[in-house]
């Protein structure tokens, strides 16, 4: 079997044991949980800190249109501050158990391809 098709396979059976990390069992819900709070706060936290950013915008912008321009962008523009909260809140320390999951099914699926 060729190299690449044994990366492939591991790199299948590497997602696939990820999925499985998030499924339903008590292990699977600690998994979803240990990403939900933090980034719950963080969506929260970024939401309020790009609100207050587009308020002082919308305030200091010299004419009506302007502010009008920054109005209708506000919605965008909070939301996508709520997701880069809820990303920088998770950080690369909420993502290493998945990390982990998935180096050992892709070595899993590596060996087997192998064989």
């Known amino acids: 079997m060729s190299t690449w098709n044994r990366i492939e396979s591991g790199i299948k059976q590497g997602l696939k044991d990820v ?3 998030y499924g339903i069992n008590w292990s699977g819900a600690a998994n979803t949980a240990s990403k939900v709070g933090p980034a ?5 936290n970024g939401w309020r800190e790009t609100e207050a950013e587009v308020r002082t915008k919308i305030s200091q912008a010299e004419t009506r249109l302007a502010a009008g321009r920054i109005e209708k962008a506000a919605t965008q523009t909070i939301a996508k501050g709520a997701a880069k909260g809820a990303i920088k809140a998770i950080g690369i320390w909420g993502f290493i158990p998945d990390i982990v999951i998935f180096a050992n099914g892709f070595r899993k699926g590596y060996s087997a391809a192998g064989n």
């Not at 719950?40 to 929260?44: D, H, I, P, Q, Y």
Request: no cysteine; hydrophobic share 50%.
């Open 19 to 21: 999925a499985a990390s």
């Open 40 to 44: 719950t706060v963080g969506a929260r």
